[in-house]
């Protein structure tokens, strides 16, 4: 009777352990990774594909291009790393490009990115880094 019970309560203490998301077989383990979610793609069916294009109207629609004391607009590149992290918040990391002008629009466009579902992994919400190079 006593093997029962400590069998029976090893099995208990391992099961509440486990991990949501985490698959061990053998020697090999699994984590399930997800990305974040766009505000309105939780019930798409290709989520990368609704985030990507929601991205790409976000930047459309919110970037502003900034103008040169001849009044012209200045066109040019800027590299953008960010994170979304935890809570689904995007934290710019840095941003690289020729003309500092460029580089603060750019900045505070992607600081306009709504909030998220966070990435997963393992069950648990996690930061995800993105670089995103942009023409502008």
């Known amino acids: 009777m006593k093997k029962i019970l400590v069998v029976l ?5 391992s099961m509440g352990f486990a991990q949501e998301g985490v698959k061990v077989d053998g020697n ?3 984590v399930k990774e997800s990305a974040p979610v766009w505000p309105g793609c ?8 609704c985030f990507n294009q929601n991205l790409m109207q976000h930047i459309k629609e919110n970037y ?3 103008r040169n004391e001849a009044g012209d607009f200045i066109r040019g590149k800027a590299t953008i790393a960010l ?4 809570e689904g918040i995007v934290v710019v990391r840095s941003v690289k490009g020729e003309n ?6 750019a900045e505070a466009m992607i600081k306009k990115i709504p909030k998220m579902q966070p990435g997963m992994r393992g069950g648990k919400p996690t930061s995800i880094k993105y670089t995103i190079p942009l023409t502008l």
């Open 9 to 13: 309560l090893l099995f208990t203490a």
């Open 42 to 49: 939780e019930d798409s069916e290709d989520k990368k594909k």
């Open 28 to 30: 090999t383990i699994t």
């Open 64 to 66: 502003k291009y900034p």
């Open 83 to 86: 994170s979304i992290d935890e």
């Open 100 to 105: 500092g002008q460029i580089n603060k629009a």
